[in-house]
């Protein structure tokens, strides 16, 4: 069911036959809009704030910054935009680095223009696109990586003991179901729980909040 007002768009890419190309592709849609792009994270960080776009579509590398570093600021700035990161490259870093700075997508420019259209939809309905074999992908990494060693967080002493329970159980890859089966909890109140954990911690995700937990839980390799 369309909205009644258009998704609200704003395009940085540093390429102008890009912007271009994907300002035509969105203006065919009736239910979506461009309010504004830009070719620099300077000037995208400048002119977001005064758009107030529901998606932001940010080209990963740029030549004075990357869209990652506009996400996490546009994140902080405006919670109610969503980001999705645009890449040329498949990039194992950049990917988690879209992920804890609150991206919702992560698209490859060769993708389908109906792909694209697709996920913007998605992500200004409040879904994620990070693909859970991604973020099994990270997971992995994490514990694979020697040098990482536990670090005190002061946002853990905030969580009651039945949040960090259910943090672990996140970090272990339950479902909201799942979780409460093994609490024996009221599914309603594992997601009630989830928020609170979230909120305490400063996170957006499900996903942000595996990776707190497992980066803060490794043992020094």
């Not at 109906?114 to 990494?141: F, H, M, Y």
């Amino acid at each position: 069911m369309p909205c009644s007002d258009p998704i609200r768009l704003f395009l940085l890419d540093d390429h102008e036959v890009v912007r271009r190309g994907l300002i035509d592709l969105v203006e065919m849609e009736d239910d979506m809009t461009v309010v504004g792009e830009a070719g620099t994270t300077a000037s995208a960080l400048a002119r977001i704030p005064a758009t107030r776009p529901d998606v932001a579509i940010l080209d990963a590398r740029l030549p004075d910054g990357s869209g990652i570093e506009v996400c996490r600021e546009i994140r902080s700035m405006l919670p109610a935009t969503r980001c999705l990161i645009l890449t040329s490259y498949d990039d194992n870093d950049a990917l988690f680095a879209a992920v804890m700075a609150g991206a919702s997508g992560f698209l490859l420019k060769e993708i389908r223009g109906t792909t694209i259209v697709d996920a913007i939809r998605q992500v200004a309905a409040g879904k994620s696109l990070i693909d859970p074999a991604v973020t099994g992908r990270l997971l992995a990494r994490i514990r694979d990586e020697e040098s990482h060693q536990e670090r005190p967080d002061p946002r853990i002493a905030s969580l009651t003991v039945r949040e960090r329970q259910v943090l672990t159980l996140i970090a272990d890859g339950l479902t909201n179901r799942q979780i409460g089966e093994h609490l024996d909890l009221a599914e309603k109140t594992v997601k009630n729980h989830v928020s609170g954990v979230l909120a305490k911690l400063g996170l957006d995700s499900r996903t942000q909040a595996a990776l707190f937990e497992v980066q803060r839980s490794v043992p020094p390799g």
